[in-house]
């Protein structure tokens, strides 16, 4: 039986769901090589629902996100906490039926973009076990790609739904900012932080979102002539050479299919993300972490970032702890931060109109993925670039601004894998998803996978 998609295991009888629920099980079990699973659920740990749009389908859901009767670690050493309820988006796929299979792999407190875990090894990218699957929802993204379950669930600040899949070669939906609820999860940023999906394509991404939101589609899906999608030369200018052919290949597919690509100015959008970025992350984060710590009632945690810095495992994210602490962000920059958000937000939303497009397109990350072990810096183009930068170069904008991201892969299928992402306004999620649908079946990606 293939199980890639909703589709396909919707399509079973309950005999042969349960037949697949112990396949998937086996394969959960058989990837620990792999990198992919924290903790994998015992096969009684949740009654297994009859009914529902989602009965006897298997999910996987990033280790920092609460799924009762599992731990959450945070892809830590140290977290092991046991919630006694879901995080609310998991909520809302258990009583649609849905099997948590197990906790995913993660970049440590998800404070990073490669996955490669102190405390629990590295996720290892399903097209080549020497690359990074991304971060920092790297496993759940590797659970999809190969094929263990159709969906899963992961986190995004900065783009970690949407490097992953991109790496990993699936379909990944980044939520506009509070549109998911965001209970439950270990968060590092409250204006930024978002659940997301991972996918085999786009009809389930759109099939999960409407469960989780209730928010159907209000229109039929456009023609590919009836999409205009802005290119900005600002998500251009300094590509890895492989990543540029598949891009400029995919968009004479979109232009032969009829759609319409508009030049578009976005040249402040890298200049400004990166002169605030980090500024709205550090001051959130030490609150966000140690306010989730806390609420555990466990003993033990830290109650300082710079307490978790020297228990944590990844040097990069025990560097980035120390450093926030160490260095306090004063409000007034905050405030200052905050108001550049918006500013940016209302600005890109008046460049979309301005143009008449739907959103824009670009490729998800300037490169292909580094090999593992990569954490601090890579060579790229012939310089020697911060890889946190890097690889949140083209995401870090519209997760800034709160924008809806979906990631669509794309070139060719025997090749590690290269993402493209189309970013619309605003919660205007659903037309997004129905464009980035409709753009995946001009280019109808498929995948092997090791």
Known sequence: MVTRTLEDWQALSPEQRSVALEDARAAAVASADTGVFISIAEKDAQPEAGSGDLAGTPI????????????????????????????????????????????????????????????????????????????????????????????????????SVSVPSAFCGVFGLRPSTGRYPSNGVVGLSWTRDTPGLHANNVADLRFVDELVTGEGDRSADPQPKEIRIGISDAYLADLESTVGARFEDAMSALRDAGVTLVPIELADHFERTAEFNMTVVAFESARTLISYFRGTGLSGLPDDLRAASAITKSPDVAGVLGFIHDNPVPVTEYRRAAINRWQMRRQFISQLDAAGVHGIIFPTVPILPPPLGQDA???????????????TRHTSPGSFMGMPMVTVPTGDPKAVPVGLTVMGRPFDDRHVLSIADVMSKILRPTSDRI
Do not use: C, W
């Open 377 to 391: 810096e890579i060579e790229f183009n012939g310089t020697t670039r911060p890889i946190f930068d890097t690889l």
């Open 60 to 159: 996987a859901v990033k280790d920092n996100i609460d799924v009762a009767g599992l731990p959450t670690t945070g892809g830590t050493g140290y977290l092991n906490f046991s919630p006694e309820v879901n995080a609310d988006v998991v909520t809302a796929l258990r009583s649609e039926g849905a099997v948590v299979l197990g906790k995913t792999n993660l970049h440590e407190l998800a404070f990073g973009l490669t996955s490669n875990n102190g405390a629990h090894g590295p996720v290892r990218n399903p097209f080549d076990p020497t690359l990074s699957a991304g971060g920092s929802s790297g496993g759940s993204a590797a659970a999809v790609a190969r094929g263990i379950v159709p969906l899963a669930i992961g986190t995004d600040t900065g783009g």
